[in-house]
T-cell receptor, first 113, second 115 residues
Framework: EAEVAQSPRYKITEKSQAVAFWCDPI?????LYWYRQILGQGPELLVQ????????DSQLPKDRFSAERLKGVDSTLKIQPAELGDSAMYLC???????????FGPGTRLTVL | AQKVTQAQTEISVVEKEDVTLDCVYE???????LFWYKQPPSGELVFLIR??????QNEISGRYSWNFQKSTSSFNFTITASQVVDSAVYFC????????????FGTGTSLTVIP
């Protein structure tokens, strides 16, 4: 069964360091999402891609976060510099299109010390 | 304003009991989609159901059933004869066509099924 892949699964870093997360969506899925989920809360959308184009990054803290999906397939989310408040689960999801259900990867648990 | 409200933060039931998880949404769109996701302790969100705004027919899938009522803007989820494996956090979500189909998740309901 096709799955969304994410790596790493866990990341511990010190504040002011740079971190990067990788996501490989289900093959053929044009829409890719990055979410941040703080413990005890629902996922919050950071950025949405349609193929290689960003369609929504209104909630992405652009002073420190960046995301790219250069060839419209896999994607990278970067944080530089990391802050203590960035500790959270970072989830990637993909879907065939924006009105379809999203399929989520296992997430990357980030801890900033 | 919260677009999706899940008023029940935590629920505990004894195994084999039925349980209903509430979801109330807010939208001005006539075209929208509603979803339920399950997040077990492992952390991965699992898709359960998708409903569009034009289909108010209730749905049953095994022990799961969903009650969609546009008149009360609710999309409630019932688990019949609950099992320990149902223990998880359940999220309701809304996608509005006008907003580019951005997902809005509720804050989730943590369900614990006690053996």
């Amino acid at each position: 069964e096709a799955e969304v892949a994410q790596s790493p699964r866990y990341k511990i870093t010190e504040k002011s360091q740079a971190v990067a997360f990788w996501c490989d969506p289900i093959s053929g899925h044009a829409t890719l999402y990055w979410y941040r989920q703080i413990l005890g809360q629902g996922p919050e959308l950071l950025v949405q891609f349609q193929d290689e184009s960003v369609v929504d990054d209104s909630q992405l803290p652009k002073d420190r976060f960046s995301a790219e999906r250069l060839k419209g397939v896999d994607s990278t989310l970067k944080i530089q510099p990391a802050e203590l408040g960035d500790s959270a689960m970072y989830l990637c999801a993909s879907s065939p299109g924006p009105i379809n259900e999203q399929f989520f990867g296992p997430g990357t648990r980030l801890t900033v010390l | 304003a919260q677009k999706v409200t899940q008023a029940q933060t935590e629920i505990s039931v004894v195994e084999k009991e039925d349980v209903t998880l509430d979801c109330v949404y807010e939208t001005r769109d006539t075209t929208y989609y509603l979803f339920w996701y399950k997040q077990p302790p492992s952390g991965e969100l699992v898709f359960l159901i998708r409903r569009n705004s034009f289909d108010e027919q209730n749905e049953i899938s095994g022990r799961y059933s969903w009650n969609f009522q546009k008149s009360t803007s609710s999309f409630n989820f019932t688990i019949t004869a609950s099992q320990v494996v149902d223990s998880a956090v359940y999220f309701c979500a809304l996608s509005e066509a006008r907003a580019g189909n951005q997902f809005y998740f509720g804050t989730g309901t943590s369900l614990t099924v006690i053996p």
